[in-house]
């Protein structure tokens, strides 16, 4: 099996289980986040953040188009700015728009997975704008796969605070949509 379609079998896991629990999602609990603790997502930001959490990022990595100004590099970005507090974050109007955007991200993800491509994945290697290790190219999309299903997991735990009936198969995307 090759890199890329590696990349597309773990990314389709990660996007089909993070739809199935947007579906699971009332529109009016789109404000909603846990009371106790700080600096939580309301759902809303939280289906907006997942929406961007892989396809994006990975086009970062791919084509060095990062979405920053021009005239500001991401290592003269405030931190706060790279990653800002929860209340400032953007947020979905409602379920759909956020299923349309999780569906864009995905196109993107492989478009740029195919991008790419095999030679790129093992050779590149690069460090994040944010900071953190050098890694491969690979490395690096395998990453943001985790980080969609990582806020797909948090997804996953603000339903079940709701009262939600979801169980593990809803988390894995094996229970029904």
Known sequence: MKYVDILKQDAEGAYH???????????????????????????????????????STVKGFVTGDW????????????????MPPAESMATVNSVEEALKLLEADKKLAFEMFEKAGEERLITQKSAPP????????????????????????QLFYYL???????????????GPS
Request: charged share 20%.
């Open 130 to 153: 944010w900071g953190g290790p050098e890694r491969t190219l690979y490395q690096h999309c395998h990453e943001m796969i985790g980080h969609l299903a990582q806020h797909k997991g």
């Open 67 to 82: 979405g920053f100004p021009t005239d500001a590099p991401p290592e003269d970005t405030p931190a706060d700015a790279m």
């Open 160 to 174: 079940k605070l709701q009262g939600k009936d979801v169980n593990t198969m809803h988390l894995w995307g094996a």
């Open 17 to 55: 289980a993070a739809a199935g629990l947007f579906k699971l999602v009332d529109e009016g609990a789109l404000d909603w986040k846990p009371e106790t603790g700080k600096n939580w997502m309301n759902v809303g930001q939280l289906l907006k953040h997942c929406s961007e959490a892989c396809g």
